[in-house]
């Protein structure tokens, strides 16, 4: 037999909700009858790939012909609640679901029928293209999300955009001070990990303010650790005495800046000592924190994560930390500024592929639920039909007990698209098997690198298996509409269109390297300290200022037997994804972390079976130490990724109630209740 083949190279893009976006070049064979992906190797081109990838994906192709993976359609063979699927041809289950809609919309209103997406696949075809079924439809739409919404909308608010800096000025020669501020880098994005370890070692001072004591705490000059959720107290706490040493930047705030003089009579008010018993930190370490911020003006570069605004006033949490670079002025400089999410560079050539994608204008009126109260709202029985695609609703959202009580409901008839049966597949009548990424053409936007890449797809071995779009495609053939032209194309046809819609100067670049950054490493946007809000300043709210005027009635309050709940996403798992290729982790998902003290201060010992309780509910866990955490402060890993698991989902216990601007969630508000069983 001989071995002899023709290598194709294709470029490819993680797709997965990631920072990173990491792009790659893809092997394959496509002849064999399987394992078509033979390696993918990361750019040493791109950089911010930097030839790496992070040790969640370095094998995909594991995951890619990981033998659970569902190959053929299923349809439930048992009670809602366990994954019990007999298989049926893709032809079966695409005429019982379209018999299925066809019901829904002429017994009930076309808006009875419920989509629910994310970005579990962040390929901008996968995530829009099927918008053009259900704006047809007239169905009901999961809008926001549960991630950095808030703080999208918050830092817009103030800028105009929520993008304001360059990435790779955190290793610009200029860059003295780095302080990273809610984000674990080395387990999260380890691409930025890797450009401020470069950045330490061209002599930048790292400060890092954490709940947590991150591996990146280990190498930082400075290592302040409060209590979760009182970053604005931080906040109100250096305003004031910059402000009092008259070392803020009168005249950056006086000429960029609105509204500036009622925040500045605000963060005078101060209580010191309630701040300090609030945040649990002491008063050297924040003087230590604001001298080298003053000593570092015009030279200090912010990373904020998305930790700070999943609370309730998260959005201002945000804006809160932001103010302190604006009260400095560092804005406009190399190697200063504030990272958060970059990917509001993109919105002016993103913006035109979406409508595209989405065939939507100004006449769709289709009815919109926040994803978050995706529970709460599908309670209510005037939702008869519901269609999940490129989401884990039963991992990922709050409050998993209102949840579940309305995905049971028998006469909610639910269609799941998906490659592995998952928590969310157990309760669906239908599940639909889809493409990997890397089988699909598509175009990324990342998050923390400005700029788009492409995914050359290569083939896919499983007949039954087709895209988001390529389904609803011949969904909307089976209900009639084969003739309409918007569900003429190919997939090929949508990444041809869609690449053709971008600048020149855009298309080239994705052609020959298979990426696109807006700028190189040395520019500086807003170089002008012209911003793109309604006047050009720097916009400051009034709530803004409340959240100071108010700050001690904003943060939790627990009794000395309740714990802050933190629920990060362990280093080996994005969400509830990747579970497939690493389930040596997963009794990690049962335990409950304390601080050493904390587990000795309520008479309990490691390693003991505890329930951990709230209002939302309960579940039994194994007590284990982890003296990185702040005393007070529990920890539970977020996005269980394995089905039928012995352990319980961390969301049993987190609120429903969204962040303050209704756009993402408030996962860490929240306390729970430690005892012994």
């Known amino acids: 037999m001989s071995n002899n083949f023709e290598t194709k190279k294709r470029y490819g893009t993680c797709s997965k909700d ?6 790659f070049i893809g092997e394959w064979n496509d002849q064999a009858p399987e394992k078509k992906l033979l390696a993918a190797k990361p750019l040493k081109e791109h950089p911010f790939t930097n030839g790496f990838f992070c040790p969640k994906l370095n094998n995909r192709e594991k995951l890619l012909y990981h033998p659970e993976r569902i190959k053929t359609a299923l349809i439930r063979s048992g009670s809602k609640g366990s ?4 298989s049926v041809s893709i032809e079966e289950a695409l005429n019982l679901i379209s018999t299925q809609l066809t019901t829904v919309k002429e017994k009930y209103k076309s808006s009875s029928i419920v989509v629910a997406y994310y970005a579990g696949n962040t390929g901008l075809i996968s995530m829009y293209s099927p918008f053009r079924f259900f704006l047809k439809l007239g169905a009901t739409i999961t809008s926001e999300g549960t991630c950095n919404e808030a703080g999208c909308f918050a830092l817009g608010r103030m800028f105009g955009n929520y993008s304001t800096t360059n990435p790779f000025q955190i290793a610009n020669p200029n860059n003295r001070l780095i302080v990273v501020w809610g984000s674990n880098l080395a387990d999260r994005n380890n691409h930025a990990h890797f450009l401020v370890k470069k950045a330490i070692k061209n002599g ?17 000059d400075m290592f302040l650790q409060p209590y979760p959720g009182t970053d604005f107290l931080i906040a109100k706490y250096v305003l004031n005495k910059i402000v009092s040493l008259g070392a803020n930047d009168e005249q950056f705030i006086s000429q960029y800046v609105d509204n500036y003089t009622n925040l500045v009579d605000e963060v005078k008010k101060i209580d010191e000592d309630k701040i300090f018993h609030q945040t649990g930190l002491i008063r050297k370490n924040l003087t230590e924190f604001i001298n080298l911020l003053i000593d570092n003006k015009q030279r200090t570069l912010f990373i904020v994560g998305f930790g700070p605004q999943k609370y309730f006033y998260g959005g201002r949490n945000l804006n809160s930390i932001a103010l302190i670079q604006i009260f400095l002025g560092n804005f406009g400089h190399q190697g200063a500024g504030f990272l958060f999410s970059q990917s509001g560079f993109n919105q002016d050539f993103k913006r035109p592929l979406i409508d595209y994608l989405t065939m939507s204008d100004s006449t769709s009126q289709n009815k919109r639920i926040p994803l978050i109260n995706l529970g709460s709202s599908l309670s209510s029985n005037k939702y ?6 490129n989401v884990n609703p039963m991992s990922s959202l709050p409050n998993q ?12 008839y639910t269609v799941v698209l998906d490659m592995f049966l998952n928590e969310t597949t157990k309760f669906a009548d239908i599940v639909i098997p889809v493409k990997f990424d890397l089988e699909t053409d598509d175009l990324m936007t990342p998050y923390f690198v400005p700029g788009i890449s492409i995914n050359q797809g290569g083939p896919c071995p499983y007949p039954e298996c087709s895209s988001n779009y390529e389904f609803f495609q011949r969904l909307a053939e089976k209900i009639g509409w084969q003739d309409d032209s918007i569900f003429q194309e190919t997939q090929k046809d949508i990444f041809k269109n869609c690449c053709e819609l971008l600048p020149k100067s855009i298309q080239e670049p994705l052609r020959t390297k298979g990426y696109y950054i807006p700028f190189d490493i040395n520019y500086v946007p807003y170089n002008d300290l012209i911003f793109p809000t309604s006047n050009g300043k720097i916009q400051i709210h009034q709530t803004d200022i409340e959240i100071f005027d108010q700050n001690l009635d904003l943060v939790l ?11 990060q996403s362990h280093k080996y798992f994005i969400h509830s994804q990747m579970g497939e290729i690493h389930g040596e982790f997963e009794s990690v998902f049962g335990k409950i972390f304390l601080n050493p003290y904390d587990i000795e201060s309520i008479g309990l010992k490691p390693h003991e079976k505890v329930l951990v309780s709230n209002k939302f509910g309960e579940a039994k866990y194994i007590l284990e130490e982890n003296s990185d955490l702040k005393p007070g402060t529990a920890l539970i890993y977020s996005g269980l990724p394995f089905t039928d698991s012995d352990y319980k989902n961390v969301n049993i216990f987190t609120p429903e109630t969204s962040e303050e601007s209704r756009r993402s969630g408030a996962y860490f508000s929240t306390i729970v209740k430690i005892t012994k069983i």
Request: glycine fraction near 2%; aromatic fraction near 10%; charge should be positive.
């Open 401 to 412: 007990n209102i949840l579940e009580k309305s995905l049971l409901r028998e006469d909610l």
């Open 18 to 23: 990631c920072y990173g976006s990491c792009v």
């Open 204 to 220: 930048s001072k790292l400060i890092v303010v954490n709940p947590v004591r991150t591996k990146l705490a280990e190498s930082a």
């Open 83 to 86: 994954n019990s699927f007999t």
């Open 557 to 567: 309050k627990r009794k000395d037997d309740e714990f802050y709940l933190l629920s």
């Open 384 to 389: 008869k039909m519901l269609f999940v695609y």
